[in-house]
C-alpha cells in the first residue's frame, strides 16, 4: 500500500493568511506515461462529507475558489490557501489514485489563530 | 445534478452483515467508477471498494475477505455487504464516485452494538 503522510497534523492561520499543508507518499504516483501525478486533496468541514478541491495534484475542481492550489509532483505535495477564510475552517485530507488500495493521508486540522 | 444518497440500518449487531445502498439520482449510474469509503468517528478516511457499472470490483486487502459490492443499473445504485462486523466497523460510510472522488454521499452512521 502507499502510504500518505500530512504535516503537520494540525494548523492555526491567521484570516487573511497563508496556509501551507504537506502532503508525502511513500512512493511515486506520478505516472510517467501521462507525466501526471495521481493526488487530490479535500476538504471536511465538521458533519460534512469531504469535498474534492484538487485534482491531478494540481487542479482545481470547478467552482473552487482560486485562493485554493495545489503543487508538486512524484512523491511530495502541497496544498496552499493564498488568504485564510473564515469557511476554510477544516480537515484538509490528500489522497492518492496511482494504484489501489486508494489510500488518503491522515488530515490535517485547519483553525483560526 | 447528480446526487449520491446512501441509505441502510444505522444499527447492526455484532457478527452480522453490514448491508447499504447508494442511489445515483439525475444522471446514469454507467461509465463511471463507484465507491464506499468510511470514516470511523473521529477518525481519517478508509476506502472499501469500488465498481465499475460493468461489474469488475476491485476491494481493499484489509477488507477484501468480508466485502461484496455489487451493482444495479436498472435501479442506478450500488451496494455494500461487509460480513462479520465488530465494533471497529462503527463508522459513518460513504459513497462516491469516480477514482478522485468528485462527489460525495452525505453519509450514514452505522453503529455496530448488541
Known amino acids: 500500500d502507499i502510504v500518505m503522510t500530512q504535516s503537520p497534523d494540525s494548523l492555526a492561520v491567521s484570516l487573511g493568511e497563508r496556509a501551507t499543508i504537506n502532503c508525502k507518499s511513500s512512493q511515486t504516483v506520478l505516472f510517467s506515461s501521462n507525466d501526471k501525478s495521481y493526488l487530490a486533496w479535500y476538504q471536511q468541514r465538521p458533519g460534512q462529507p469531504p469535498k474534492l478541491l484538487i485534482y491531478?495534484?494540481?487542479t482545481r475542481e470547478s467552482g473552487v475558489p482560486d485562493r485554493f492550489s495545489g503543487s508538486g509532483s512524484g512523491t511530495d505535495f502541497t496544498l496552499t490557501i493564498s488568504s485564510l477564510q473564515a469557511e476554510d475552517v477544516a480537515v484538509y485530507y490528500c489522497q492518492q489514485y496511482y494504484s489501489t488500495p486508494y489510500t488518503f493521508g491522515q488530515g490535517t486540522k485547519l483553525e483560526i489563530k | 445534478q447528480v446526487q449520491l444518497q446512501e441509505s441502510g440500518p444505522g444499527l447492526v449487531k455484532p457478527s452480522e452483515t453490514l448491508s447499504l445502498t447508494c442511489t445515483v439520482s439525475g444522471g446514469s449510474i454507467s461509465s463511471y467508477y463507484w465507491s464506499w469509503i468510511r470514516q470511523p468517528p473521529g477518525k481519517g478516511l478508509e476506502w472499501i471498494g469500488y465498481?465499475?457499472?460493468?461489474?469488475?470490483?476491485n476491494y481493499n486487502p484489509s477488507l477484501k475477505s468480508r466485502v461484496t459490492i455489487s451493482v444495479d443499473t436498472s435501479k442506478n445504485q450500488f451496494s455494500l455487504r461487509l460480513s462479520s462486523v465488530t465494533a471497529a466497523d462503527t463508522a459513518v460510510y460513504y459513497c462516491?464516485?469516480?477514482?478522485?472522488?468528485?462527489?460525495w454521499g452525505r453519509g450514514t452512521l452505522v453503529t455496530v452494538s448488541s
Open positions: 465498481i465499475y457499472n460493468s461489474g469488475s470490483t
Open positions: 491531478w495534484a494540481s
Open positions: 462516491a464516485r469516480n477514482w478522485n472522488f468528485d462527489l
